[in-house]
């Protein structure tokens, strides 16, 4: 499967962005949806997560309350609804198809390693 992720831009801190990751090649349902970003100089780190119904969803602790991941099959694509913008978001943001449950880290979030497919991301920048 083809991950194409869309949407990422400069916002002002306390603004929003909807990311999309449009999917080819193979049905998204498949597929457990997750968004990783990563900033300069720093590791990639997890943000979402989504089961392939789109009835069970998760989050890092960074972004709960601010972020919405959900899907849609039928349209092949994924999103990531993020409000309240801070500049601490600022970074690259992935999205990446799991084909089974996503190993976790001992902090309890999915883990890098476990996707099978990524997009190559897009840019989100958070200005103060």
């Known amino acids: 499967v083809q991950l194409q992720a869309s949407g990422g831009g400069l916002v002002q801190a306390g603004g929003s962005l909807r990311l999309s990751c449009a999917a080819s090649g193979r049905t998204l349902s498949a597929y457990v949806m997750n968004w990783f970003r990563q900033a300069p100089g720093k590791e990639r780190e997890f943000v979402a997560t989504?089961?392939?119904?789109?009835?069970?969803?998760d989050y890092a602790d960074s972004v709960k309350g601010r972020f919405t991941i959900s899907r849609d099959n039928a349209k092949n694509t994924v999103y990531l609804q993020m409000n309240s913008l801070k500049p601490e978001d600022t970074a690259v943001y992935y999205c990446a198809a799991a084909l089974v449950t996503p190993m976790r880290s001992l902090l309890g979030a999915p883990i890098a390693s476990s996707m099978n497919y990524w997009g190559k991301g897009t840019q989100v920048t958070v200005s103060s």
């Open positions: 989504i089961n392939r119904s789109g009835d069970s969803t």
